[in-house]
Every structure is written in C-alpha cells, then in structure tokens.
C-alpha cells in the first residue's frame, strides 16, 4: 500500500517550477535578438539634431526613472526566481538515500564476516551509550540512534533473516510501505491555513480570472481590426462624404479624440495653460478653430477640448511649457497615424478619391507641424525649412532659390536650411508601365502590374556630381538592358525590389514630429474624371537615392498588382505618389491603360480551346452565362450534335454487325 505524503521542504514542487520556468524563459530569451545600433543619419540641421536627442532620451529614460519593457521585466524577474529555486534545491537534504549498511559501518563491500564481526567489536567499544561521554555538541538521544544505526547495519550483514530482508526489499526491517510524495507544500493543505488557500483560489478563479477574460472580451468588441475605437469608426463612417473637403476631414478625425483619450482629465495647474494655447490658437486661425469647434463640439467633454488643443498648439507650433502637457500631447500625436489609417481604410472601402487624398495629405502637416489647407500652397512647402514661417515674405517658389535669397541677405538661417535642403531630396518617377505576365499586350480580365520605377535625387547636388549623375532620360534608354532583372522581379512575390539598406534614405526631416520618421510615399491608380480609386493603394519605403556608382540601375522597382477590367477599350487612369512626411511633395501621371481584344494575340498566344463544353441555353449555367455576355449551346446545336453522334453511333454497329457476320 503506497502512503501518500505532502513534500514538506517543497523541493519537489521547486523541480516542477524549475522546468516550467526554463521552458518558457529559455525560448523567450533566445528569441531576442541584441539590438543594432542605428546607422542611419538623416538631416543634420540644428532643430533636427535636437528633436532626435530628445527622442532618444525619452524613449531610454533617466537613471532615475530607467525605462524598461514588459518581456524584459518579466525576464528579470523569472530568471530571478529561477536561479532561488536552483539554490534552494541544490542545497536541499534529500530523504530517500538508499540503505548501506557498509556505508554506515565503514566497510567495503568485499569484506568478510570475520572482518565485519572484528570491526563491528571495535566501534561497539568506541559508540557504546556507556562509553561515550557527552559533549556540548551531542545529545543522548543521538548517541544512541548512532548505536542503533550500527547495531543494524551489523546485523543486516551477519543475520540471514535481516540480510535476506534486505536483499529482498532494501531494508532491513523487511518490507515497508510505499511513500510516495506529492510536489505540494504541507503548509497548503494544514487545516488552520484553509481559509486563507480557499480565499487565494477564489480569488484567482472567481474574480481575476473573469476579470481578465472580460476586459480582453469587451475590449476587443470595442476596438476594430485598424486598432481604433468602434464609435470612432463609426464618427469616420458618418462624417466622411465623397465630396469632403479638407476641413470636413480634419473634423472627423477631431471627433475620434473624444473617445480614443476619453480618461484625459484636465487638472488645475494645466487649466491655465490651455485657456491661453486655446486663446492664441483662435487668434492665429479664428476660422479654422471655430469651424472646427462647430463640427466636433469639444467644449462639452474636457478630454476632447484639451486633445484638440493640444493637436493644433502642434499644428501651429506652439510652444508648451507645461512637461505633463508636453507627455499628453507626444501621446496624442503617436496615435493620430493609426486613425488616420482607420479614416483611410474607410475612405478606400468606398473608392472616393478625393477624402483618400486629402487623409495622406494630412499626415504631412502633422509630421511638418502646418495648418492643413486643402492644396498645398508656395508658403507651406517652404515653412518646413528650419526658421521659415509661413507669413515670412519670400520671392522665392523653390529650395534653392530660398538659399539663394538668405544668400544674398546674409541671413543667419541659411547655413541651417542648407543642411536640410541637402539631405531633403526630392522624388523622381523614372518609369511607369502596366506589364501582364507572359503577354505583350493586356487583355480582358487579365491580371495586371503596375511597375513603377522611383528613385530620389537632392535639390543641390554638386556640379560635378550633378554631371555624371544618369538624368531621367538616360535612365530609360538603359532600362531594356535591364529586362531580365525586371521579369525576375515581376515573377516573385515580393513587391519591392531587394535594395541594399546603406542606399536608402536615412531619417526625414521632421523636427517637430515626437518620433524619428523615415519618408515614405502612397502610389494611388485612380479614375480622375469618376474620382474613383481603381486600386488599392501601396505604401513605398526605402526609396533609394540616385549615385553614379548605380548608373546602370539608379532606381528601385515596385509593383502594384490588380484586375484588368472585363471589357476592351482605352482607359485614362491617373497614378499619384503622395507623400506622408512632406507637404507638396507630390506626382501626378496620366497613365492610359489599353485593353485589348482576345483576337489581337496570335496564334500561337491564343489560349488553348477548353474541354469543357459551353452550358446548355435552358440551364440555369447557361441562363446565368447568358447574362454575364458569355457563350451558350442553342437548342439547334444540341440537336445537331445528338443528330451527329446518333450517326456515329449508327456507323459504328453497322460496321461491327458486318465484320460479325463475316
């Protein structure tokens, strides 16, 4: 019979943990890769440099308040408990040693009776009880159990009864009860501690638990699959309209600030503050803050009022002075990006071009800081130099010529707007073509890629860089030496081609965005005159920048994939490449997509005749053919054809009713 006992030093339950732990800690820790160190550069102007080192500061946190994430936390502190628990268990006594009667008197296990005998005589006249005086460190009672333990062993070894005993069952008593221990410590299961292990297991599996299941429930039922609220959507999908201008856009995503920072509260100290951002920012644009106030209502929930005066203290450039301010708005901005996507994504669901336009316009007067109009104007492409505003008084329509102008001035801020100006870059459409996959034209229902080629070229390049450096035109005339490169790229999967990291551009300059950002770009096909969005739209990263060293292929590729309609006919299709970082830096391009007729193939293009047979006309695939415009089988075609075959058929035994009868 097994006799079933509690582990009292909690060893065992200390093994079970022990490989628990290291089966989750392990893997987690192999799976974090040591971070590299950034290489990237970007624009090296005075606001940029410092807008970078406080993001790096913030993002790294002080000494007195490191920063650390939830896997490295959880890390620490399990492989903490991991190495008490090895501790604790490799210092641990273990019980179950097995019975060694030589061990225990001192022998080998070759020894002979006799010498056991001899031996056992010696140490009963050095452990006898009454020969042994007791010392500070030994009790009676340990004299004693020594002798008996001797005493024992002795007799396990000389006595057949207890050596057979032990032979049989590893003790010399003879047999025992089987113990078997279970990882559990005694002290959770002791009768005076039920109380307090009841109320642990309630509260675990009757209120955190639940508590964790409901909140994850709930939780996900409020946010959509874009990451933003559900009633956020909801405003987007109300608010936006086909013909939505730019303020109706701003008004929508305005609304969404009422619930994604609803526990926003407004405290004294920050009250003061917002009243003057509130009071300059209606002074600097009366109407763009009251139009905005009339369609979003923030004056009734203080949250909301102080989201959207945070937002446009950024899109003005005010300075706040309060640092809790400053984290709310840093927090706010961060997710003005995703809801924006969710305003996107709601837009493109309808295919309306123009509040598809205006959303990624929006996202470069958020990164630039610029209140947002909508059509780009001369004073808001050059107000994201360092040090221009957008009332300063320039002649100049361009980049270079600003330099030019505080050249001639001898403006102080001249030197910083180069540095900008030299990295800025400015994007160029190498090529554009639609290409079908094994084709040399398109044709109904076809699938067909969109294969643009984009590159970025600084404004002021040097003279003699600006010399060898391949123009738009002699790229193209090399683009046929590069056929096989664009087949082997049109056959993978990837939509961008392999680039390497050095040539690609480094951070843009954003010096009042609170987070380093990298350019980026939309490549939108849409019908102009239907203002439609034909295609869903890509998002194009890692442009690289134009070398002389890559004159051969000075431009990276991409690919959009889509449909062609079902019908031929010449389409006047539209691309836009609209910039998310940058305001004005935009390009546009008819491009007309011809559709050609399956006949214009030649014979041997022309796709092999199906087995399939066309539906019958009074079925209901042939009546659901007729409709799409497809072919069906008339009745007098059937007729003819069971006409033809019955014939054959005929034929057939005719000619075997012959060959029989011979």
Same mark, same amino acid.
């Given at each position: ?70 896997? $490295? ?24 040693? #097995?019975?060694?009667? =030589?061990? @225990?008197?001192?022998? $080998? ?53 207890? !050596? ?48 964790? /299941? ?22 987007? =999908? ?42 300059? @920012? ?105 040090? #221009? ?9 361009? =980049? ?40 040399? @034209? ?8 969109? /294969? ?50 050095? $040539? ?27 203002? !439609?969005?034909? /295609?869903?739209?890509?998002? #194009? ?56 007729? /399956? ?53 057939? $035994? ?9």
């Amino acid at each position: 019979m097994a006799n079933y006992s509690y582990d009292e030093g909690g060893n065992m339950a200390a093994y079970f943990l022990i490989s628990f732990l290291a089966l989750i800690l392990i893997p987690l820790t192999l799976s974090i890769s040591p971070s590299k160190k950034k290489t990237l550069t970007g624009c090296q102007c005075n606001l940029c440099i410092d807008q970078r080192a406080h993001i790096a500061s913030r993002e790294r946190g002080s000494i007195f308040k490191p920063k650390f994430s939830t896997k $490295s936390i959880f890390l620490v502190c399990g492989w903490s408990v991991l190495a008490y628990l090895s501790y604790k268990v490799a210092n641990a006594k273990m019980d179950n040693k #097995i019975y060694d009667p =030589f061990e @225990i008197l001192g022998l $080998s296990s070759s020894a002979t009776e006799k010498e056991i005998k001899s031996h056992y005589k010696k140490l009963s006249k050095l452990y006898h009880p009454d020969k042994v005086k007791i010392t500070v460190n030994e009790t009676i009672e340990q004299i004693q159990n020594r002798f008996v333990d001797l005493t024992k062993a002795y007799k396990s070894l000389t006595d057949e009864t207890i !050596r057979e005993n032990l032979r049989k069952y590893g003790n010399p008593d003879g047999p025992q009860q089987t113990s078997v221990g279970i990882a559990i410590p005694k002290w959770i299961v002791e009768s005076k501690n039920n109380v307090w292990v009841l109320g642990v297991y309630g509260l675990i599996f009757g209120g955190a638990l639940p508590t964790l /299941v409901g909140r994850w429930w709930f939780g996900s039922r409020q946010k959509t699959k874009d990451g933003v609220n559900a009633r956020s959507a909801a405003a987007f =999908f109300k608010s936006l309209k086909e013909d939505s201008t730019m303020e109706d856009v701003v008004g929508a995503l305005g609304k969404a600030y009422k619930w994604e920072l609803s526990d926003m509260k407004i405290n004294s100290r920050d009250a003061a503050e917002l009243d003057t951002l509130e009071k300059n @920012i209606s002074t600097i644009a009366p109407k763009q803050w009251e139009t905005l106030k009339s369609l979003i209502h923030a004056g009734k929930d203080a949250g909301h009022r102080k989201a959207i005066i945070l937002v446009y203290a950024h899109l003005l450039r005010l300075k706040v002075e309060s640092s809790s301010l400053q984290k709310e708005q840093t927090q706010i901005l961060l997710q003005t990006p995703v809801l924006l996507n969710a305003l996107l994504n709601i837009s493109l669901s309808r295919n309306w071009l123009i509040p598809t336009i205006y959303v990624m316009r929006l996202h470069g007067y958020l990164a630039q800081a610029l209140l947002p109009r909508p059509l780009p104007a001369k004073q808001d492409r050059l107000a994201q130099l360092p040090g #221009i505003k957008t009332g300063d008084d320039l002649k100049a329509d361009d =980049f270079a010529g600003v330099v030019s102008e505080l050249e001639a001035t001898n403006d102080s801020r001249v030197e910083d707007i180069k540095k900008a100006v030299s990295q800025w870059g400015r994007l160029e459409l190498v090529d554009a073509t639609y290409k079908v996959i094994g084709e040399r @034209i398109v044709t109904p229902s076809s699938i067909v890629y969109l /294969v643009v080629k984009l590159r970025i070229s600084p404004p002021n390049s040097a003279p003699a860089a600006a010399e060898k450096e391949p123009s738009v035109e002699q790229v193209k005339q090399t683009i046929k030496a590069n056929d096989e490169k664009d087949e082997e790229f049109l056959m993978s999967r990837s939509d961008a081609e392999p680039i390497k990291e050095e $040539s690609a551009s480094g951070w843009a300059h954003a010096p009042y965005w609170p987070q380093n950002r990298k350019p980026g770009w939309w490549l939108v096909l849409a019908d102009e005159k239907n203002s !439609r969005v034909m /295609v869903p739209p890509m998002k #194009i990263t890692n442009v690289p920048f134009s070398s002389p060293k890559t004159a051969d292929r000075s431009y990276r590729t991409y690919k959009l994939q889509f449909q062609a309609p079902q019908g031929p006919g010449m389409y006047t299709w539209k691309i836009y490449l609209i910039s998310d970082t940058f305001v004005g830096e935009e390009i546009s391009r008819n491009m007309t997509l011809k559709i050609d007729d /399956v006949s214009a193939l030649n014979a041997d293009e022309q796709p092999g005749e199906d087995e399939i047979s066309d539906p019958d006309e009074d079925s209901l695939a042939g009546q659901m053919s007729a409709m799409r415009g497809g072919k069906v089988k008339k009745a007098e075609e059937r007729e003819d054809q069971s006409e033809d075959e019955s014939s054959t058929d005929d034929g057939e $035994s005719d000619d075997s009713s012959s060959s029989d009868s011979d």
